[in-house]
């Protein structure tokens, strides 16, 4: 399996198009460039022509880089898993779920990309290795909280009051909630965002779980691996591990293996 860390219009993703016959998983995130990681930009007359003719060019880059992905993905319909992340959910449902960095000028295009192609994307994953070890892949990585006291009471009044959410079957039951629910229930579910990141919430949701959320807590379901982004990792190609969560957001893809996570 290869996996694609948060993208925010970088290109480094491309390097998967040479693998195409593994599943590959982008985490998502795929849009809202960082202004600071072009140089050429944050160092132009802040405001002026040229500053915003530059900007303006990122953004547009960052817009076909998201189309060049959708393409991938149409291509590869079966081996490309496309994962919504917060940024992605403040297009899909409501730009009350995350507003930083948005492209405002350009949002109504953006949220028409991700309506018009809903069903390439999904909330999570799950994959099992030859040897039986499960992984489950998000945006954010999983709090168990969130999915016993949202997740639950959400489903249970929209599709089926009779069920457990157990590790066994949470990646499945947040794929139909994603299909079946409508944008503002989906919205106020995703929209949960903990002291972490500047909310007020106990815990955070699958798109927005800080990875200091973990802290004090042996295992969140204890019997999987998880794999997330979300959580900027400052070097090029390094992993935060801890217990059985592995964060990877760090502008590199990796590969799953029986080394465990390598980058390509």
């Not at 132009?44 to 060049?68: G, H």
């Amino acid at each position: 399996m290869i996996l694609v860390p948060d993208i925010h219009g970088r290109d480094f993703w491309k390097v998967v198009k040479s693998y195409k016959d593994n599943t590959i998983v982008f985490l998502g995130d795929y849009l809202d460039p960082y202004i600071n990681e072009f140089p050429e930009i944050s160092k132009s007359p802040y405001m002026q022509e040229e500053y915003i003719e530059k900007i303006t060019a990122l953004l547009r880059a960052s817009i076909d880089n998201f189309k060049e992905i959708l393409e991938f993905k149409r291509q590869n319909p079966n081996n490309v898993i496309l994962l919504i992340g917060n940024h992605d959910a403040g297009y899909m449902y409501s730009d009350a779920i995350c507003n930083c960095r948005q492209d405002r000028k350009n949002y109504d295009e953006i949220q028409s990309l991700f309506r018009e192609n809903k069903d390439l994307f999904q909330l999570a994953y799950e994959y099992e290795t030859d040897d039986g070890i499960r992984y489950i892949i998000t945006h954010a990585g999983i709090r168990k909280d969130w999915i016993d006291m949202i997740v639950a009471y959400i489903y249970a009044e929209h599709i089926n009051g009779n069920i457990e959410i157990t590790s066994k079957n949470v990646v499945n039951i947040l794929n139909e909630m994603y299909d079946k629910l409508d944008y503002y229930t989906m919205s106020d579910m995703l929209n949960h965002i903990s002291f972490y990141r500047n909310g007020y919430e106990q815990y955070s949701s699958c798109v927005w779980t800080d990875y200091r959320e973990f802290n004090g807590i042996d295992k969140e379901y204890d019997d999987i691996q998880q794999i997330f982004g979300h959580n900027k990792l400052v070097e090029a190609g390094k992993k935060l591990e801890f217990s059985n969560l592995h964060c990877i957001d760090s502008k590199k893809c990796f590969m799953l293996n029986k080394e465990g996570l390598t980058t390509l």
